[in-house]
């Protein structure tokens, strides 16, 4: 029996108050208090008004009882739309900074690719109407174009795939060159098209660019299917490092992480103490594309906003937005590496060893910088660990590509 069903046969049956009740079943029975109690407790035996007579927000009430029966309110959230209590988990974000349950996204709401955000219908037909897109090429698709309808979760033949596998989402923004041909964005397509790894799509941010977002993948896909890409003539029409406006943008699946994984990047990526070695990582300091602030575990449960480091307003992903654009081999790598390695520090590290020096120390176990050659050699190039860059990295690749590297 559940404590709403204990609830009402007491009461009823009995002259003792649901609260002294409720203190009672707290000492006792905690295992059986379920969301939908919760929700009966807010809505039926809560005053709506304090005191002084001012309304109490469905917030402070489901605070309150969390308080009274020991529970972490962050676990539990409250539908903007319908107002009712869900799990944190199984709620989805509106206009960047609202909670809604999948049962009024699903009726309601439409994702939005140009805000990157879900929106209401009438307000996404709005956005479609108005939108002038000048970026007029066959092989570009627009800005809010789903890449999930051509493309699909990606591993490498024969990897071994477990329930929390890690899989990236890169959005590479490229810049044209001055002197590149008419027909620049058919072969980068094409780069990509066999098997399809890839789409080209438009961005507002970028001057004469577009950039290039990945299927899904894990860290052994991304290895094998970039590759015909870096090794074509027309990279050399595209540039990345050297322009002030082309980021590298690297989502990682949530079913990968747990909540508390989730705290720990944010915590490591927005610490001060940090700054100057992320920064180092990722190649700039990009305030007005990828804002750092203090953040704690608990931060893990909030929506960020869209220009954020760690951008948590996505359902499906958590998204690192510091990185610069990069074109040069190694340089990519070095970054996917980077992630893959930080999801993992993530997993096994404590909340209190989550400073750089720490992460370093990760890295210097045999049994990790195996896995990561390329972001290990760079470690031990720039002084950070001790030990010899791997022998199976080709370093002259580094060497003829530094003005994209740095």
């Known amino acids: 029996m559940t404590l709403l069903e204990q609830l009402r046969e007491k009461t009823r049956t009995s002259n003792q108050s649901w609260y002294d009740y409720l203190k009672e079943y707290k000492s006792e029975d905690m295992d059986n208090i379920e969301i ?15 005191r002084l007579g001012n309304v109490i927000s469905n917030w402070n009430r489901l605070s309150r009882w969390c308080d009274f029966l020991g529970l972490e309110d962050y676990h539990y959230a409250i539908c903007d739309d319908c107002g009712s209590l869900e799990y944190q988990d199984d709620m989805a974000t509106a206009y960047d900074d609202m909670n809604i349950c999948r049962v009024c996204i699903d ?17 996404h037909d709005e956005e479609n109407e108005h939108y002038e897109d000048d970026y007029d090429d066959e092989n570009v698709y627009r800005y809010d ?7 699909d979760h990606t591993s490498a033949p024969n990897e071994r795939i477990l329930p929390d596998t890690a899989y990236y989402g890169v959005e590479l923004e490229v810049e044209k060159r001055n002197t590149a041909d008419s027909d620049t964005t058919y072969y980068v397509d094409q780069c990509f098209s066999n098997p399809r790894f890839a ?16 299927a899904p993948a894990t860290l052994q896909a991304h290895r094998l299917y970039w590759e015909k890409f870096f090794k ?15 980021g590298l943008h690297i989502h990682i699946s949530r079913t990968a992480l747990r909540q508390l994984d989730i705290g720990k990047i944010l915590v490591f990526i ?34 960020s906003e869209k220009y954020s480091a760690v951008n948590t307003s996505h359902y ?3 998204e690192l937005r510091i990185f610069k654009s990069n074109l040069a081999r190694l340089g990519f790598h070095r970054v996917l590496e980077f992630v893959d390695a930080l999801v993992h520090f993530a997993k096994q590290t404590s909340i209190s060893k989550l400073q750089y020096t ?16 390329i972001f290990y050699g760079w470690l031990t190039r720039k002084s950070y660990c001790v030990g010899k860059p791997s022998r199976k990295v080709d370093w002259s690749d580094e060497q003829n590509n530094l003005r994209e590297i740095a």
């Not at 074509?232 to 082309?246: C, E, M, P, R």
């Not at 940090?274 to 931060?299: Q, T, V």
């Not at 370093?360 to 049994?367: A, F, G, V």
């Open 199 to 214: 789409v080209l799509k438009s961005d507002g941010s970028l001057s004469n660019g577009f950039e290039i977002v990945s």
């Open 358 to 373: 720490d992460f370093i120390e990760y890295m210097e176990q045999p049994n990790v910088r195996s896995q990561y050659p």
């Open 270 to 303: 927005n610490d001060t103490k940090n700054e100057s070695f992320i920064n180092h990582i990722a190649g700039r300091n990009a305030e007005s594309w990828a804002k750092k602030s203090p953040k704690k575990i608990m931060d893990c449960v909030q929506s």
């Open 36 to 50: 939908e109690d919760i929700d009966y407790l807010m809505r039926n035996m809560t005053m709506s008004t304090n």
């Open 316 to 318: 499906h992903t958590i």
């Open 232 to 246: 074509s003539d027309v990279i050399k029409q595209l540039k990345g490092w050297n322009t002030d406006t082309a």
């Open 145 to 151: 174009y789903n890449v999930m309808d051509i493309l």
């Open 107 to 123: 009726d309601n709401y439409t994702f939005s690719e140009y805000r990157d955000t879900y929106v209401t219908y009438d307000d």
